[in-house]
């Protein structure tokens, strides 16, 4: 943040010039990353965190893929002698000649099943993909950025999708976006804690239009049990994509037969259920369940105009399975993906795509558990972390902190379930660690058991982040702060902790998920509502 208003100090071109490359250095990295590379030297980006990255010009917008376009030839020219600037040099280029629109538009045959020139190719190996997982990122992108990301994206034309023609809803849209931009200021709210957002009338603004307006509809097309089954998905930790599945396909106020009144399509697939009924054990190929996946949408495509319409832009989906992102590249690039695993280090793109809560449901008939917990004063312990010892983060914690002479540190290994709930009602901190990918239920137990959340996985997106201000009810601690991680805690003054508790138990109701009808502000309506969000501000 800092490092953001140091800008400042800089001319104005010369801010553009210092942003743009260090654009590209990111998106650079990232694609080296991604594939897997030699890892090179951050030395230039201080202590890895790229505050240019959200000031940057028109190359970050539309199809995030684009960071993926130049490794292949990377590798070529990228050894140690070339100084940064002169590869970027190089790549500007290419990053400037590739329109965001390219996927789709180009020669009317860009149906379901051709690839995007710029897309990697999915990695089919399940062992590559955990790998690739299994290493700390090389940048770190902080929850301010990804803040500042939302709202430059959201007021960067350039980003949306001209649609191929112009049909009602798009009217609609760009009234309630207006509608919502000029919201009347509310200070205060019965229902809503003003801190807890980063403005709240316009959250309270959106959210009404929705209501008013908002018009799914939901394919019939699909087979069970992967498609239209939310009852075999209610419980353990994909469950929010069996909820979410239920509650929509059964809405009374959203849904509509009518797909030319809809502003949103939704493909009711669980992701689950397909790497279950279709993923051949050891086989380490995700190969036929892309492949289901995308014959959906060249079903949907030559059966339907919708798709042909946006290119699939007012297309979402809801998946939490650990695969879910490399599962949905190609043509599902171009929807509003709801993912569990929500990593911006990937391909998650945060403004369009939402960040699915992981919810682990013991039993069905009781889905937010045994919610509740102590007090402040009550709250003896000051961080709490139990769980097995998934990806990399997780044994440097208990490194640190298992053996600990702090009696206040709880940190451990597994430990049997009535401790871990017992413990999290009784701790200050909950530690959310990654585990083999950055989302964790952790983040919602921590939330219903009035546990403030330390979120220790660097480029996770936490749920809600278009209307939430996550930083004044949760601490993010950088993945390489975990030695200082008590420093850091016991810093926080007692005042701040208490009002932080306060916000988490504000919080609550945004985390709970309501069997029959859903609830005003509950889980299913808040995923509904950053799909609705991100719909309506990449509309202009
Ligand atoms: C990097 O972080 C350390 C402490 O974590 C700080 O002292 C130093 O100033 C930072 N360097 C930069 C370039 O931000
Ligand atoms: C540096 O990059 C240029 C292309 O920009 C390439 O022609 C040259 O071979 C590279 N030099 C080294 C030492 O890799
Ligand atoms: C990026 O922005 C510059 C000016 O800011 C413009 O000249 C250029 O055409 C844009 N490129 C794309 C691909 O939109
Ligand atoms: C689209 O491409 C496929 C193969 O890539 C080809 O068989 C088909 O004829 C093309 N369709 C059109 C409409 O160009
Ligand atoms: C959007 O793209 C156009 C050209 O395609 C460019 O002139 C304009 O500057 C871009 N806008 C932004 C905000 O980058
Ligand atoms: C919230 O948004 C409204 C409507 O755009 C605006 O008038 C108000 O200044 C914003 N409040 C804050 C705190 O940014
Ligand atoms: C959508 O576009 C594709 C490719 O241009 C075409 O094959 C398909 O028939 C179109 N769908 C409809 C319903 O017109």
Redesign the pocket.
Known sequence: MDQIRGFRFLGQAETCRVLLLMTLVVAFILGLQYFELTPISTGTLGNGTVSGFIESNNITKGDENEMFLAPQEATSEFRPGNSTTEVLKSYEHKFLNNSPKAYGQSS????ASSHHPLQPKIPHSNKKHERSTKKPPLVVISITQMNQMIVKRHSDPNNSLTPRWESNVDRELKDARNKIKNAALVKKDNTLYAPLYHNLSIFKRSYELMEQTLKVYVYSDGDKPIFHQPEAIMEGVYASEGWFMKLMESSHRFLTKDPTKAHLFYLAFSSRILQQKLYVRDSHSRRNLVKYLRDYIDLI?????F??RTRGFDHFFTACHDWAPAETRGPYMNCIRSLCNADVGVDFVVGKDVSLPETKISTAQNPNGNIGGNRPSKRTILAFFAGNMHGYVRPILLNHWSSSSEPDMKIFNRINHKSYIRFMKQSRFCVCAKGYEVNSPRVVESVLYGCVPVIISDNFVPPFLEVLDWESFAVFVPEKEIPNLRKILISIPLRRYVEMHKRVLKVQKHFMWHDGEPVRYDMFHMILHSVWYNRVFQTF
């Open positions: 009317g045959n860009e149906s495509v030559s059966r339907y105009p798709w042909n």
